[in-house]
């Protein structure tokens, strides 16, 4: 059998109301590096709850994905950026840091691992760039603490949430859904050329049976 994420349509749903949970707060949390010092550990939300509209709150979260640096130029200047995805028991966001975040949290954010996270900004998610499933994302700044938590039994790993094969047909083209089935068919890794932007894409086609007579590729 065969998971994955494939791009047709997201659904988002309305943010459930805050539900923190209290954790022991100390002193001697460090700002701009990770640690396993708690010192920054306060009061915990779950990502589902986070808005823009908040000041003041720490996520309790699992990498479940890190991009490498990307480098970028245009007619302000230049730099460099790096994405991580994150994940707890209510949902999902991605986190952005760019240039001097680069520096500082790049090589010690490891994915897999889970991290208590506070002091970042929450803007609008650019659903153009992102499968991830919140109409938020998470931007890394100056006063970003990013701490190393050892107690990990509460975070999941992977959530999904799979949309049948016989159901693309009623998605809107250009969006996500999670899919299973087995793949009858493997392609070729092909090289495109993107319309818009003239970008070097790769590609490669699956053909996927779900057991029930529905096929997709």
């Known amino acids: 059998w065969y998971q994955r994420r494939v791009r047709v349509r997201e ?6 109301a805050p539900t923190p949970v209290v954790r022991p707060t100390t002193t001697g949390g460090m700002t701009g590096t990770v ?8 009061t915990v939300y779950p990502i589902a709850s986070l ?10 979260a699992r990498v479940t994905k890190k991009s490498d640096v990307r480098t970028w130029s245009n007619a302000k200047g230049e730099g460099k ?21 680069v520096d500082r949290f790049f090589h010690l954010i490891e994915q897999d691992k889970v991290y208590y996270i506070s002091k970042c900004s929450l803007k609008t998610a650019n659903k153009q760039y992102t499968a991830i499933k919140n109409d938020y994302e998470m931007t890394m700044g100056s006063d970003t603490v990013i701490v190393k938590c050892d107690d990990v039994s509460d975070v999941p790993k992977q959530k999904l949430n799979y949309t049948s094969i016989g159901d693309l047909e009623s998605c ?19 090289s495109i050329t993107a319309r818009a932007s003239g970008k070097q894409l790769t590609k490669r086609d699956l053909k996927t049976w779900t057991g029930v ?3 997709c590729r």
């Open 213 to 215: 007579g529905r096929r």
């Open 172 to 190: 809107e083209n250009g969006s996500f859904v999670d899919v299973i089935g087995v793949a009858t068919q493997i392609g070729d890794v092909q």
């Open 81 to 101: 950026l790096f994405s991580i995805e994150l994940m707890d028991e209510s949902g999902e966001i991605r986190c952005t840091g760019f240039t001097e975040s």
């Open 51 to 60: 808005n823009p509209y908040q000041n003041r709150w720490t996520i309790k």
């Open 11 to 16: 659904v988002m749903t309305a943010k459930p």
């Open 35 to 42: 640690t396993s010092n708690p010192g920054a550990v306060g």
